[in-house]
């Protein structure tokens, strides 16, 4: 069963940082694309920074050059360090995860993935 479990997430001013951990655990040695997705009341869930099983990553537009997609020596611990962050990164933030392999084009879609945390709140304030 794997399980994931965010944390650190929480309120910051602009231009501030924040660093999101995920715990991850259950899928022992399979291939795995994780990362994070984020979403807003009334919006759909949308890809923000995800690594393949192949160690790629992919990030969304409007995150490049700001946030960065991490994983500990074990890849049982993802992290998100977000710099920079503006008041349009307010949202819940979700780690999810897929086993076996998903094409890179796709990796952002959250339709790819099927195991996913209960999500962290991020708050930024102009």
Known sequence: QVQL?????GSVQAGG?????????????????I???????????????VIDNGGSTAYADSVKGRFTISQNNAKNTLYLQMNSLKPEDTAMY???????FIQWRLLLRPSEYRYWGQGTQVTVSS
């Open 35 to 49: 990362g994070w997705f984020r979403q807003t009341p009334g919006n759909e869930r949308e890809g923000v920074a």
């Open 5 to 9: 479990v965010e944390s650190g997430g």
């Open 94 to 100: 979700y780690c999810a995860a897929a086993l076996g």
């Open 17 to 33: 940082s924040l660093r999101l951990s995920c715990a991850a655990s259950g899928y022992g040695s399979s291939p795995v694309s």
